[in-house]
């Protein structure tokens, strides 16, 4: 046990966050604090570390353990470069390099016992060096580096050119490097993109210590951790598993709860209806009776009515106009700023009903994709058009649409001036903005608030299409939830951009990776696209195919054959559509063929079983009966095996 947890508690004035939370780390576990904004997840943290003192309770770490964490604002700072940073992690190891060199100079000038001396010392620092990875120290860097998104062209920049963001990022590569024994790290996916997260996940997993996660994104959460710790209203419960186990298992605590609650309190009104007949009896021995059974209720140990789940609140979006069947057309989209390409001859449609998501690495336009369908930004060349009754409804990272001198109740009430205030007060509260909520200002709130209260006034709108720039952005999950159930039953149209996986996975219908400086086209939700990357990425953007970090990306002997068919002409949207859509009819062909095969296989080993029984063979009638089942079945099975080899040998 490298953690424990003692019925730690804390208080902010009158408002209790942690309310006695008990739990211990194991040696190379995973484990997530889960929890709403504002549960004291965070403090949590702090208390862990020491940084916070807690009202009462104390965390352990076991003795001589070394710990590492990471804030959600840490960043590095100075004027050494982005590689330097990370090597000085290892000052130690570079340390003991330098005396070895410099034993081994002078080992050059020493005889007999001092040689002798030296070369044992010598040694000594040598498997010690070895021992700390000291000969792959400066791969562990570039590794390292390159796993969290940065180019080896930036390893040479300075730390304090950088943005906030690349701040955090090495600030976690030296934590990484450091391998202390247990790791804490505060939203650790923030600053990194899908490839660069999806890295850090097999990383998490491999790595030889603990590791305590503070985080939002659920599939990141459900690779790699083994163990939650939620907290909820103050109060701690662990669960094992993953994010996907935790939410089942909460689900069916919470039904088990509210059954147990509505049952008591049916037999409480039951026992009140009894005690108030026996005293209408108006009789001694009826009257003691009902004071039997009130003693007996006042000794009931009465249940808690279990707290309004926040994530069972809907939200229902309706566009007022149903748009045409073709929503949006792009056809030779590009731009650049600068020397800078971010993508050029872009071709896609959207039609109704469709949930598109936009996803690519930082940096490859995508932002500025949806700002040109916006009018924010003009586009370099090409056009786009919208469909017959399209009202765009757009959500941006920036939030620029709010007032910040307004309340959330203005905000709404001005914006749409015929909502009642029964009306407004529900959808807010829709959004988790309940009570004295409503009467904050704009500019009180955190970065997440102004996300919902953003959300909340576009889905007023009534628009038909709605654009959304990373809309889960500083949400909690149980926010995220909300949005997720909301959208999938949205009957409009939908296109956002988001790294999200869990979002999209539970949101997307189709899935445009903007990479290369060209999209790709995935039929299907994310788990489908992580299936289809590596083949459809060496079609259709053969340049772009091999660069991910960790090797994420590698060409297939298949891949490589449909890239020479791609060269002498890239396939255009539909083409690409079409293609898709031919593959996986093939997949769920051959899938169809195999079960056929198998359930006929089963019946003819049974068929054989039969025939060696006595009560069968001596019947020539049944006998018959089965060896033409058995004709029938073997005729079938040689079509399907034909079917089989045929669909196999289908590119």
Same mark, same amino acid.
Not at 479 to 508: C, M, P, Q, W
Not at 522 to 539: A, F, H, M, P
């Given at each position: 046990?490298?953690?424990?947890?003692?019925?730690?508690s804390k *208080?902010?004035?009158?408002?209790e966050?942690?309310k006695?939370?008990?739990?211990?780390?194991?040696d190379r576990e995973? @484990?997530?604090?889960v929890?709403?904004?504002?549960?004291g997840?965070?403090?949590?943290?702090?208390i862990?570390m020491?940084?916070?003192?807690?009202?009462?309770g104390?965390?352990?770490?076991?003795?001589?353990?070394?710990?590492?964490?990471?804030?959600?604002h840490?960043a590095?700072?100075?004027?050494r470069?982005?590689?330097?940073?990370?090597?000085?992690?290892?000052q130690?190891?570079?340390?003991?390099?330098?005396r070895i060199?410099?034993?081994?100079?002078?080992?050059k000038?020493?005889?007999g016992?001092?040689?002798?001396?030296?070369?044992?010392t010598y040694?000594?620092?040598?498997?010690?060096?070895?021992?700390q990875?000291?000969y792959?120290?400066e791969?562990?860097?570039?590794g390292?580096?390159?796993?969290?998104?940065f180019?080896?062209? =930036?390893?040479?920049?300075a730390?304090?050119?950088?943005?906030?963001?690349?701040?955090t990022?090495?600030?976690l590569?030296?934590?990484?490097?450091?391998?202390?024994?247990?790791?804490?790290l505060?939203?650790?996916?923030n600053?990194?993109?899908?490839?660069?997260? *999806?890295?850090?996940e097999t990383?998490l997993?491999?790595y030889?210590?603990?590791?305590?996660?503070?985080?939002?994104?659920?599939?990141?959460?459900?690779k790699v951790?083994?163990?939650?710790i939620?907290?909820?209203n103050?109060?701690?419960?662990?669960?094992?598993?993953?994010?996907?186990?935790?939410?089942?298992?909460?689900?069916?605590?919470r039904?088990?709860?509210i059954?147990a609650?509505l049952n008591q309190?049916?037999?409480i009104r039951?026992?009140?209806e009894?005690?108030?007949?026996?005293?209408s009896?108006?009789?001694e021995?009826?009257?003691? /009776?009902?004071?039997?059974?009130?003693? @007996?209720?006042?000794k009931?140990? /009465?249940l808690?009515?279990?707290?309004?789940?926040?994530?069972?609140?809907?939200?229902?979006?309706?566009p007022h106009?149903?748009?045409?069947?073709d929503?949006?057309?792009?056809?030779g989209?590009?731009?650049?700023?600068?020397?800078l390409?971010?993508?050029?001859?872009?071709?896609?449609?959207?039609? /109704?009903? =469709?949930? !598109?998501?936009?996803?690519g690495?930082?940096g490859?336009?995508?932002?500025?994709l949806l700002k040109?369908?916006?009018?924010v &930004?003009?586009?370099d060349?090409?056009?786009f058009?919208?469909?017959?009754?399209?009202?765009?409804?757009?959500?941006?990272q &920036?939030?620029h !649409?709010l007032?910040m001198?307004?309340?959330?109740?203005?905000?709404?009430?001005?914006?749409y001036?015929?909502?009642?205030?029964? $009306?407004i007060?529900?959808?807010?509260?829709?959004?988790?903005?309940t009570?004295?909520?409503?009467?904050?200002?704009?500019?009180?709130?955190?970065?997440?608030?102004?996300?919902?209260?953003?959300?909340a006034?576009?889905?007023?709108? $009534?628009?038909?299409f709605?654009?959304?720039?990373?809309?889960?952005?500083?949400l909690?999950?149980v926010?995220?939830?909300?949005?997720?159930?909301?959208l999938?039953?949205y009957?409009?149209?939908?296109?956002?951009?988001s790294?999200?996986?869990?979002?999209?996975?539970?949101?997307?219908t189709?899935?445009?990776?903007?990479?290369?400086?060209?999209?790709?086209n995935?039929i299907g939700n994310?788990?489908y696209?992580?299936?289809?990357?590596e083949?459809?990425?060496?079609?259709y953007a053969?340049?772009?195919?091999?660069?991910?970090?960790?090797?994420l990306?590698?060409?297939?002997s298949? *891949?490589g054959?449909?890239r %020479?068919?791609?060269?002498?002409g890239?396939?255009?949207?539909?083409?690409?559509?079409?293609?898709?859509? /031919?593959l996986?009819?093939?997949q769920?062909d051959?899938?169809?063929t195999? &079960?056929?095969?198998?359930?006929?296989?089963t019946?003819?080993a049974?068929i054989?079983?039969?025939?060696?029984q006595?009560?069968?063979y001596?019947?020539?009638?049944?006998c018959?009966?089965? %060896?033409?089942e058995?004709?029938?079945?073997?005729?079938?099975?040689?079509?399907l095996?034909?079917?089989w080899e045929?669909?196999?040998?289908e590119?």
């Amino acid at each position: 046990m490298i953690l424990t947890c003692h019925h730690i508690s804390k *208080a902010f004035g009158t408002e209790e966050i942690l309310k006695d939370i008990s739990f211990h780390i194991e040696d190379r576990e995973k @484990a997530a604090i889960v929890g709403i904004n504002g549960a004291g997840k965070s403090t949590l943290l702090k208390i862990i570390m020491r940084q916070l003192a807690p009202d009462k309770g104390e965390a352990v770490f076991a003795r001589g353990a070394s710990v590492g964490y990471l804030s959600q604002h840490d960043a590095v700072s100075g004027g050494r470069t982005i590689y330097e940073e990370l090597l000085s992690t290892r000052q130690s190891v570079l340390e003991l390099e330098q005396r070895i060199r410099a034993l081994e100079r002078d080992m050059k000038g020493l005889e007999g016992d001092a040689l002798n001396e030296a070369l044992e010392t010598y040694n000594r620092m040598c498997t010690e060096f070895e021992n700390q990875n000291g000969y792959a120290c400066e791969s562990e860097v570039t590794g390292i580096l390159k796993g969290l998104g940065f180019g080896e062209s =930036e390893f040479q920049k300075a730390v304090d050119t950088l943005s906030g963001g690349q701040k955090t990022r090495v600030a976690l590569g030296k934590l990484l490097l450091a391998r202390p024994d247990i790791i804490l790290l505060d939203e650790p996916t923030n600053h990194l993109d899908m490839n660069s997260i *999806a890295w850090l996940e097999t990383y998490l997993q491999n790595y030889p210590g603990a590791v305590v996660i503070v985080a939002h994104d659920r599939y990141f959460l459900n690779k790699v951790v083994t163990k939650i710790i939620e907290i909820d209203n103050g109060k701690g419960t662990v669960f094992p598993g993953n994010y996907s186990d935790y939410a089942k298992k909460k689900q069916q605590l919470r039904e088990t709860q509210i059954k147990a609650y509505l049952n008591q309190q049916q037999e409480i009104r039951r026992q009140e209806e009894v005690i108030a007949k026996l005293r209408s009896f108006n009789r001694e021995k009826s009257i003691r /009776r009902a004071e039997s059974r009130v003693k @007996a209720l006042d000794k009931v140990e /009465r249940l808690e009515r279990p707290a309004d789940v926040p994530s069972e609140m809907k939200i229902r979006l309706e566009p007022h106009i149903e748009s045409g069947n073709d929503v949006l057309r792009v056809e030779g989209l590009a731009k650049s700023f600068g020397s800078l390409r971010l993508f050029s001859d872009l071709n896609f449609e959207i039609r /109704r009903g =469709e949930k !598109v998501a936009i996803i690519g690495d930082n940096g490859t336009g995508k932002t500025t994709l949806l700002k040109i369908l916006n009018g924010v &930004e003009t586009a370099d060349a090409g056009s786009f058009a919208l469909g017959s009754r399209v009202h765009i409804g757009y959500y941006d990272q &920036e939030h620029h !649409v709010l007032h910040m001198e307004k309340t959330l109740f203005e905000e709404l009430s001005d914006a749409y001036p015929n909502l009642t205030n029964t $009306q407004i007060r529900n959808v807010l509260a829709s959004f988790l903005f309940t009570g004295d909520d409503a009467f904050k200002r704009v500019s009180d709130l955190s970065g997440g608030e102004r996300g919902r209260l953003s959300l909340a006034r576009l889905m007023l709108s $009534q628009a038909n299409f709605l654009i959304l720039d990373e809309p889960t952005n500083h949400l909690d999950i149980v926010s995220k939830e909300i949005l997720e159930s909301a959208l999938k039953n949205y009957t409009g149209t939908v296109l956002y951009v988001s790294h999200d996986r869990y979002f999209i996975n539970e949101t997307a219908t189709r899935i445009l990776e903007l990479t290369g400086n060209t999209l790709v086209n995935y039929i299907g939700n994310y788990d489908y696209y992580l299936e289809k990357r590596e083949e459809l990425t060496g079609i259709y953007a053969p340049q772009a195919a091999g660069t991910r970090p960790g090797g994420l990306f590698g060409a297939s002997s298949a *891949a490589g054959e449909s890239r %020479n068919a791609a060269n002498d002409g890239r396939l255009d949207w539909k083409q690409q559509k079409e293609e898709q859509a /031919r593959l996986r009819k093939r997949q769920n062909d051959l899938k169809k063929t195999e &079960e056929q095969i198998q359930q006929l296989e089963t019946r003819n080993a049974e068929i054989d079983a039969l025939l060696i029984q006595p009560e069968i063979y001596s019947d020539v009638e049944k006998c018959m009966g089965f %060896n033409q089942e058995k004709n029938t079945i073997s005729q079938e099975l040689e079509r399907l095996y034909e079917v089989w080899e045929a669909l196999m040998s289908e590119e």
